[in-house]
């Protein structure tokens, strides 16, 4: 059944070469699916009814997949490794501090995520997913949730096995607490100054700009590691009520002006925390809802820019204890 389901990832050393350690995620959906092309070979033959079964050759093209997870405030480092160019790590009194960044070209490595289903009859089968890019991010954040953490990924092969010696063990920290919004809070810096924006719903996503269909005809149907091959796009939005305090952020659509945003995360665990910075952002529209039922509304999105002055578009900190699963790699 789904809760001896399991779902972990480990940096390659190599594309495509299997990690020996994973860290454990509890995901909320199992998405990892393979796929398969058919070359189908076809001509004047009489008496051919359709396609002859021996015309047929089925072709391995790897698949995709993604984890959903709440941002936990231990062990999240892996997850959010794969969803960004750049990764950094400093230990001082026992904290880990990992600076995560957008860049103009990514260092990120492959990943290993091993999918574990169990049959009904209770048998766990493990499925190793083989080169895992990550194409796209979400963090988002809504009153009454966790905040949650969705990375998709590309892979270039899966086996599986339902031998127990052959299944890596999915390493979980100890103890970790999920950010929730009780524990977020998200700060505008307008005009010089920090303005704290009342929100009740926020979401960040990225579109990487990866390349995954690289195969060529070098008598193997696996493909090479995807590269980044687009300009990548970063967007949100904020959603929340109509107030004077929010009447100049709808100006600032209006003018076409360039904020910035932080987003803070307060850990339940002692001393971790998690900020995000955009250091440029320019909203998108739209203009505020009134209603019948409920106060006025105002839901703003926007897009994360380049600052142009050599800081990431995107800085994450996330710190957490020095004691966490391996990050691997």
């Known amino acids: 059944m789904a809760l001896d389901a399991s779902i972990g990832i480990g940096a390659e050393t190599d594309y495509g070469t299997a990690a020996t350690a994973i860290t454990g995620y509890e995901g909320k959906a199992d998405s990892w699916k393979t796929t398969r092309e058919f070359i189908e070979s076809v001509g004047f033959r009489a008496g051919m009814q359709t396609a002859r079964a021996d015309r047929r050759n089925i072709v391995n093209m790897g698949g995709e997949g993604e984890i959903e997870a709440d941002l936990l405030d231990v062990g999240a480092a892996d997850l959010l490794r794969a969803a960004f160019d750049t990764h950094t790590v400093t230990d001082a009194a026992g904290k880990s501090t990992h600076v995560l960044e957008t860049s103009a070209s990514s260092a990120a490595p492959s990943f290993t995520a091993q999918m574990l289903r169990p049959t009904i009859e209770g048998t766990p089968v493990a499925y190793r997913h083989v080169g895992c890019v990550a194409t796209e991010f979400t963090i988002s954040a809504e009153v009454e949730n966790p905040v949650t953490v969705t990375v998709g990924f590309d892979f270039q092969d899966v086996t599986h096995t339902k031998v127990a010696a052959e299944q890596l063990k999915p390493e979980y920290p100890e103890d970790a607490r999920a950010y929730d919004w009780t524990r977020t809070a998200i700060t505008l810096k307008r005009g010089g100054a920090s303005v704290p924006i009342d929100a009740n719903k926020f979401e960040l996503t ?90 006025t509304v105002m839901n703003l999105p926007f897009r994360v820019l380049d600052p142009g002055d050599g800081t990431p578009a995107i800085r994450l900190t996330y710190v957490e204890p020095s004691a966490t699963p391996p990050a691997g790699g």
């Open 206 to 295: 990225g579109d990487l700009g990866m390349k995954v269909d690289r195969r060529f005809l070098r008598g193997n149907p696996l493909k090479k590691k995807p590269v980044r091959a687009a300009v990548p796009t970063y967007e949100g939005s904020f959603e929340g009520e109509f107030t004077d305090a929010s009447l100049p952020l709808y100006e600032d659509f209006l003018a076409g002006a360039v904020i910035g945003m932080t987003l803070d995360l307060a850990g339940l665990t002692a001393g971790t925390s998690v900020k995000v910075e955009c250091p440029a952002i320019q909203f998108t529209g739209e203009s505020p809802e009134a209603s019948v039922d409920d106060v």
